[in-house]
């Protein structure tokens, strides 16, 4: 399970790629960024619960506000990186690096929706498992079922099934990335690279350009919670 540590019996080997392949550019970007935001928000929590803030009530007010991801959190930080459970997610699913960007824009649009939550140590993995999944089924014309990411991602089938529909309530259920946003993380993305100085483009896939943008984020937006979102 995820809170002892993720299985890494053999018997995974079955549902990866046949051929051994490099780690798409995105997994590393992203394993950057969000290695960054949970020592951030961990660090934070640490420093309130300690009463190091107290004549900071703004900060206290949110975080002992609404707690909307607490069905994500698990008893103890797992002892697997973001980069090797991104890595893992990967190689055992088969699902294209695209789902990893949309997953991305899932939670962060949840984020945008829930200014109170915070994503730390103890459901970083669960958020990525469960949004990566759903974003393979949006985009991916073929992929595994909640079985087999329980399996790959360390949680029971019972416990993924109930985080996937947290999600979707979360979000309204408004899974539709246009073209547009989607390429604005992208570059987005791409920049955080530039400056990590990994330097290369993240592979794209074709979204429709007739979806409607008037519910997703703008660039703007994702450039504020991305980089330094003001209330994570």
Known sequence: MLDGGVD????????????????????????????KLVARNDRLLSIDQ?????NNQGFIKLCEGKKTLNVFHG????????????????????CSPSCFVVGYVYIDRLLHRHPDSLVLSLNVH?????????????????????????????????????LEMELLFLLDFRLIVSSRIFESYCLHLEKEMMLGGIGQRIDRLVLSSSVDDETEISVDDTQRSSSTPPLL
């Open 8 to 35: 890494e019996s053999p018997r995974l080997t079955e549902l990866s790629n046949s051929t051994e392949t490099t780690t798409p550019r995105v997994l590393t970007v992203l394993s950057f960024l969000l290695e």
């Open 75 to 94: 008893v103890r930080a797992p002892s697997m990186s973001i980069a090797k459970y991104l890595e893992r997610i990967y190689k055992f699913t088969n």
């Open 50 to 54: 300690e009463g190091k803030i107290d």
């Open 126 to 162: 669960r958020l990525l498992v469960t949004s990566v999944m759903v974003a393979s089924k949006v985009l991916d014309d073929e992929h595994y079922n909640n079985a087999v990411y329980a399996r790959v991602g360390g949680v029971s089938n019972a416990e993924l099934n109930k």
